[in-house]
């Protein structure tokens, strides 16, 4: 905002310029009329800026217009160099300082003219008054700028993803007669290439957000062209293209590509850079200002892609919610995470974040931790942590819940228990490698970016690992629920928490510790089924 002391440096400013022959009046008048027009602005005021030049309604459009273009942080105006004249003229300077973040300023000065109307001192408007180069035809705005984008790398070598483009197809309420006609159309038409988009999951959406477009999917460039002409008939679709990062191999999935995706863009966000440019009606823009630093190095990830299409190949063997999550026991590498078309429907990351009932399986684990803690509620977490039970393990641009334990934020520790513990595959995963290894290691998903564990990392009770490693003996014998797995030489355990599950698999075997949960009839034998086709 303008102050009272600005409004005196611009009278003194204009009589130090032999003024004050003319009257003090018109000299004020100048004064005032400068430090209103400069206060509009650095209150990003158009309305109220233009109100003080020769010609309101266009000087709103190009001020209007340029402020929010150019997005600012901050704007300071200053006029200076005030001349006035016989004839009811003054001419200025106004020196403009733009402000987009730290480190990211812009300032020049411009000239202008004032003339006293009837209505008193105006600016006369000219749109090179608010920033040279701008004028009927020439806008002014800033963008981001953004250096050559990393590449992504799978654990074993090959490109994981590229940057593409793909077309976001929605649906407008507003423009089908028929709206459930329309979801049934899209469903159909891109069936082929997004089998999970049905006229449920569009009626879902559409009751999640009943006062907008109803967003499809994302597809691809490739695929787009080959199905655009069926598309165009549908009524009340539109798509729009938008830049995105694409997995190169399309025959992997994993609700780890949305975590991968969110590090590579806080990578480029860390490396962005700025630019003002001149955008005339016609033709490229030209750079005015700005900067552009160097890019980040390209991210290398954890997934390895065999491994992921093993585990993958692994899950679909089910007509029923399946998952499965494999870690590195020696560097916490996330090394995949599968999750079959019924697991999908329930949510988009169930092996990361989906979270159910443990049931028997970690039954001997929790009897020696209830009697070692009782309900001392630090001696249990003392215990817990460092398997990773209920530790958050945040990652750059990756979701992961470990599990859910009874009575946590109480003084007083809950008994663990078939029923009171929930874990998700993620969490199920971790807790086998540091049974196998002896002690907790943080995972990462991009080399470099290990999670940061809420609780410290530390040794394995020796009781714990014991009647862990007893009972995944005793399940692997000729005799125990495992025995059909004896001779993939895979150390496990395995469990049902009633006859609807869910059923889970949680063994090791090398380097890889993994942990499979099924949901719905028969999860038991499901998980046993989806680690045989693991296994091999």
């Not at 309604?57 to 901050?74: I, N």
């Not at 704007?75 to 733009?98: C, I, K, M, P």
């Not at 190169?248 to 480029?268: T, V």
Request: with cysteine; net charge negative.
């Amino acid at each position: 905002m303008r102050t009272r002391a600005a409004v005196i440096a611009l009278a003194a400013a204009l009589t130090a310029a032999g003024l004050s022959g003319c009257g003090d009046s018109g000299a004020s008048g100048v004064s005032d009329m400068l430090g209103g027009y400069t206060a509009a602005l650095d209150s990003l005021n158009a309305i109220n800026a233009a109100q003080l030049t020769s010609s309101p309604s266009a000087a709103a459009v190009v001020l209007g217009q340029t402020l929010r273009d150019m997005h600012p942080t901050k704007l300071e105006v200053t006029a200076g160099n005030v001349q006035r004249y016989s004839g009811g003229t003054a001419t200025f300077d106004l020196t403009t300082h733009w402000n987009f973040g730290p480190d990211r300023d812009w300032e020049y000065t411009t000239h202008g003219t004032a003339t006293d109307l009837s209505i008193g001192w105006r600016i006369q408007w000219d749109p090179s008054v608010l920033a040279p180069g701008i004028n009927a035809t020439t806008t002014l705005r800033q963008i981001r700028t953004d250096a050559p984008a990393p590449r992504v790398l799978a654990k074993d070598g090959p490109d994981l993803m590229f940057a593409g483009t793909v077309h976001k197809l929605s649906i407008d309420p507003s423009k089908t007669k028929d709206l459930n006609a329309s979801f049934a159309e899209v469903a159909k038409i891109v069936a082929p290439v997004a089998p999970l988009i049905t006229v449920a999951s569009l009626t879902a959406e559409a009751k999640a957000n009943p006062n907008g477009p109803v967003p499809v999917v994302d597809l691809r460039d490739d695929d787009y062209a080959v199905l655009s002409d069926d598309l165009s008939d549908v009524p009340g679709l539109t798509q729009v293209p938008a830049p995105d990062l694409l997995i190169s191999d399309r025959q992997l999935f994993s609700p780890l590509f949305d975590g991968i995706k969110g590090a590579w863009q806080a990578e480029r966000d860390a490396t962005q850079g700025w630019a003002v440019q001149l955008v005339p009606a016609s033709g490229p823009p030209t750079r005015v200002v700005g900067y552009q630093g160097p890019p980040g190095p390209d991210l290398r990830t954890s997934m390895d892609t065999k491994v992921q299409l093993q585990a993958e190949n692994a899950v679909v063997q089910l007509g029923q919610p399946a998952a499965m999550v494999v870690v590195s026991i020696s560097s916490g590498a996330v090394l995949a995470a599968a999750q079959n078309n019924q697991a999908s429907t329930v949510s988009s990351s169930w092996a990361l974040t989906g979270l159910s009932t443990t049931g028997p399986v970690l039954e001997p684990l929790f009897s020696v931790i209830n009697k070692a803690a009782g309900t001392d509620a630090g001696k249990q977490k003392n215990l817990l942590d460092p398997l990773g039970i209920g530790t958050d393990f945040p990652m750059t641009g990756v979701q992961t819940v470990t599990a859910s334990l009874p009575g946590r934020a109480g003084a007083a520790s809950a008994q663990l228990s078939a029923d009171t513990v929930k874990m998700s595959p993620f969490g199920a995963a971790l807790m086998m490698a540091a049974l196998a290894k002896g002690q907790m290691t943080a995972p990462y998903v991009v080399q470099g970016q290990a999670a940061k564990p809420s609780a410290p990392l530390g040794v394995v009770n020796a009781d714990v690992r014991k009647a862990a490693t007893d009972a995944m003996t005793a399940t692997m014998a000729p005799s125990g629920d495992g025995s059909d797995l004896a001779g993939t030489k895979v150390r496990g355990l395995v469990g049902t928490n009633g006859p609807d599950g869910p059923g889970w698999f949680i063994g090791f075997r090398g380097d890889q510790a993994f942990a499979i949960m099924v949901t719905g009839p028969t999860s038991g034998a499901g998980s046993l089924q989806v680690a045989s086709a693991y296994l091999g």
